[in-house]
């Protein structure tokens, strides 16, 4: 297995450039995957956002500097193709991103990927009564155990700022979740 630095220099090579991204999605494809859907709710959108996330990678990988972890770049990039996504969504069934999501959740139940129990639809569609920025926060840390240094890196905000994200979406959740 290579490290970063060194696909990273394979990937700005013409010749290595399709060898090491065939490398790249094989690392990173199942923990993007599960942040897109984590994101999106939607088996079918995931896959959509994953391949754009891929090929944005693909086409602007001369452009990464190494000034953050290539994973920090590859979750910018996805955090930001799921949100793109999400308002496709909501433009084109003319209703907001957070009905958009609502109905994503009410979905699950009959999606043939979802694996999770009534606990979990319970939790998600908790989640989705938070603001988008909490939601990120709160997916980042409890599911995927990203740490605060890394999500920074990711969401371009300071560590502080999502302390604060988390610990509102932790009081948001248990607030739900007694309640209903």
Excluded: C
């Excluded at 979905?107 to 990927?113: I, Q, R």
């Excluded at 694996?115 to 990120?136: H, R």
């Amino acid at each position: 297995m290579t490290d970063d630095k060194t696909l990273v220099a394979q990937l700005q090579i013409p010749e290595k450039k399709d060898i090491a991204f065939k490398e790249l999605v094989s690392l990173y494809k199942e923990r993007l995957y599960w942040h897109i859907r984590n994101i999106v709710k939607s088996h079918d959108d995931t896959d959509d956002v994953l391949q754009n996330t891929f090929i944005k990678v693909y086409k602007g990988i001369d452009k990464f500097k190494g000034d953050s972890k290539l994973y920090s770049w590859l979750y910018r990039i996805a955090t930001n193709e799921a949100i793109t996504q999400l308002n496709k969504n909501a433009r084109r069934l003319q209703i907001t991103s957070e009905e958009v999501q609502n109905i994503a959740i009410n979905n699950l139940e009959s999606d043939v990927y979802f694996e999770g129990d009534a606990i979990q639809l319970k939790l998600q569609k908790a989640i989705a009564t938070l603001p988008n920025k909490q939601q990120l926060v709160f997916n980042m840390k409890y599911f995927q155990d990203l740490k605060y240094k890394e999500m920074s890196q990711i969401l371009e905000t300071s560590e502080g700022a999502l302390k604060a994200s988390y610990s509102i979406a932790i009081k948001k959740l248990e607030a739900y979740l007694t309640s209903n």
